[in-house]
């Protein structure tokens, strides 16, 4: 989530702050106004801004003044500078705002959308720097998150190995046949985790691969569902699956597709607590399919259902401690890739509701089962 950009205007004479806030008012800028140098230095302290417009001619402190110090402090010394100066046969001024790291001098009157294309410029190159920041920060959150967690499986393949190694312990075939199915069960969940980073990196450069088939969703949501049951019940949820009486025949990934699935299910299973209920419905409208999942869950703050598909989103929040948080990211990715659509809907402490949308192809039908 990209924050709004601060733009700061300082100029001694109130008129000119407000006709300057005017016409650099924007709904993804947020405008910092100073009537001296003393003043501006004190929001400079505080902001972190994307451009400063500076009037040169200031009692007290002059623009040239204000922005030795800027260059001089390690918090604003790359804040751009476009100076303001009343317009002169001199070319000093000019000269010497370049000589003190201006970006440009603008000479009164200014021209409103000069100055406007300009302003626009610095705060799309400051907004750039803030998603770029925010994508690294990011990718160093979920890569720390997935070589924490990997160490849990790989301390359980390491310890279970070695012990079926050491001749000192002796072990019926039952015990060597469940160790066996320690070791596979820790390595299929190191392999999804590299999956999911995979799968980010192909969604980034639009090459996330796909084989449609022939393929009825109904068998592939059914056989989701029942993976999730023994998970489910151990939890104490109740997980139930209303598939109607269609049949939904299309071209699609099957693979992907019960990867789509199981992520859905998998988060709803993952976030509810002992008593709360996860349902499927999945009905034809139209030429299309249409699949719901439904929890009695914790649900998710207003804040951050505008977010949930963006890759890392989750890896990010405090209440995640184990996974990738590129599940839902991957989910929309397969949804995006079979002509699709996905949507989220929730509410605090009420449950959270996804409603997948994919297209139908003419296959002829059969029953389902």
Avoid: W
């Amino acid at each position: 989530m990209v924050d709004k950009v601060k733009c700061l205007l300082v100029d001694d004479v109130e008129e000119n702050l407000l006709a300057l806030e005017a016409l650099l008012a924007g709904e993804d800028r947020e405008i910092h106004k100073a009537s001296s140098g003393t003043a501006a230095l004190e929001l400079l302290l505080v902001h972190d801004f994307a451009l400063a417009l500076l009037d040169i001619h200031m009692p007290t402190m002059d623009g040239f003044e204000l922005a030795e110090l800027m260059r001089g402090t390690e918090r604003s010394r790359h804040v751009p500078i476009i100076f303001i100066t009343a317009a002169t046969s001199e070319p000093l001024p000019m000269f010497r705002g370049y000589e003190y790291g201006a970006v440009d001098v603008l000479l009164k009157p200014i021209n409103p959308e000069i100055l406007r294309q300009k302003t626009n410029v610095f705060v799309q190159l400051h907004q750039q720097r803030q998603q770029l920041a925010n994508a690294v920060k990011a990718r160093e959150d979920v890569l720390a998150i997935v070589s924490h967690d990997m160490r849990t499986p790989l301390s359980v393949v390491h310890t279970t190995a070695s012990m079926l190694l050491n001749p000192k312990y002796t072990f019926t075939p039952q015990q060597i046949r469940e160790q066996h199915e320690r070791i596979k069960r820790n390595v299929e969940l190191m392999n999804r985790m590299i999956g999911d980073l995979m799968d980010m990196a192909n969604l980034r450069s639009g090459k996330l691969s796909i084989d449609p088939k022939p393929t009825i969703i109904n068998d592939v949501l059914r056989e989701a569902v029942a993976a999730h049951e023994a998970p489910a019940r151990d939890k104490g949820l109740t997980l139930t699956y209303d598939a109607g009486t269609d049949v939904m025949p299309a071209d699609a990934d099957r693979a992907r597709l019960m990867q789509l699935f199981q992520n859905l299910l998998g988060n709803a299973v993952k976030f509810c607590k002992a008593g709360d209920r996860v349902s499927v419905l999945s009905r034809t409208r139209g030429n299309h399919a249409i699949i719901e999942f439904s929890d009695t869950g914790p649900g998710i703050a207003a804040e951050d259902l505008p977010h949930i598909f963006d890759p890392y989103y989750s890896a990010s929040r405090k209440h995640q401690k184990t996974g990738t948080g590129l599940g839902l990211y991957i989910s929309k990715g397969i949804v995006d890739a079979h002509g699709g659509q996905i949507r989220c809907g929730s509410e605090p402490g009420a449950g959270t509701s996804f409603s997948v949308t994919l297209p139908l192809s003419a296959m002829p039908a059969r029953a389902a089962g």
